[in-house]
């Protein structure tokens, strides 16, 4: 039913290959919740009711309900300093970062960073669960909403990754992680897999590994380094580092 997106680009031949995988930390101050927020839109639902292909199945409109309002939050959110600095970064250091998120969200896109992989889908595209048709998507999805590549009316889903499903594009992550000069992980917990796996895989290739986050994460001690406090700080502080700027 899935289809690869893009695969992720390979660097180019100056300066350090960078590889960042940004979770929901950094969203966080924009104002879209984590899963352990405890007022966050996540904490009125059982994960496996509203996240997997089993809850779905059983209840498409709670399912479609919850992506819609996580949409609309979506679109009310504004990219923040951290995501400003990475973008950045990228616009600055051309093809020698990468960046894969674990979020949904696009206010990396909107910040101004491209390519970004997501390997966990995106909030505002559309996935046919008949033909596996993509595409974007602003507003909610009904019950009764058609593919435009089928035709198909009630098998439209959000074009996010399910618990039980496979994240989009491994191989080609592992690939950047086997080549990547320096691995930094910004905003994730560690208690997610594959991608808490990455920072372990980096470092077996080499890679000097920098752990940014508001506190200590469960995969702390795997780190080089680690600066811990809130993303609109540090994240735009590491950037101006990596640049050789001065930080106010």
């Known amino acids: 039913m899935t289809q690869e997106p893009t695969p992720v680009p390979g ?19 924009s104002g879209l919740g984590t899963f352990r927020d405890a007022q966050g839109l996540w904490s009125a639902y059982n ?29 009310s959110a504004t990219p923040n300093a951290a995501h400003a600095a990475l973008a950045r970064l990228m616009q600055v250091r051309p093809g020698r970062v990468t960046l894969i998120t674990q979020n949904i969200d696009d206010l990396h896109e909107r910040a101004g960073a491209a390519p970004v992989h997501h390997m966990h889908g ?8 008949t ?10 999805i009904g019950l009764e909403e058609s593919c435009p590549g089928c035709a198909t009316k009630g098998r439209v889903r959000p074009d996010v990754v399910w618990f039980g499903e496979i994240p989009y594009g ?18 994730t917990s560690g208690a997610v897999y594959p991608a808490a796996g990455f920072v372990a895989e980096a470092a077996r290739h080499g890679a000097e590994t920098l752990e940014l986050n508001l506190e200590r994460s469960e995969i702390s001690s795997l780190f080089d380094r680690r600066r811990h406090g809130p993303a609109t700080e540090i994240v735009p ?10 930080f106010p």
């Open 11 to 29: 660097p180019e031949d100056e300066g350090p290959r960078i590889v960042i995988l940004t979770g929901a930390g950094i969203s966080a101050e």
């Open 47 to 75: 994960l496996e009711d509203v996240a997997t292909p089993e809850g779905y199945a059983a209840n498409p409109a709670l399912v479609l309900d919850f992506y819609n309002a996580r949409r609309a939050n979506c679109r």
């Open 122 to 129: 995106e909030i505002m595209r559309a996935l046919c669960a």
């Open 131 to 140: 033909c596996g048709a993509r595409w974007a998507i602003v507003d909610d």
């Open 170 to 187: 491994l191989e080609a992550i592992e690939d950047v992680l086997s080549s990547a000069d320096l691995f930094v992980a910004i905003g």
């Open 237 to 246: 502080a590491w950037v101006a580092e990596m640049l050789g700027e001065t």
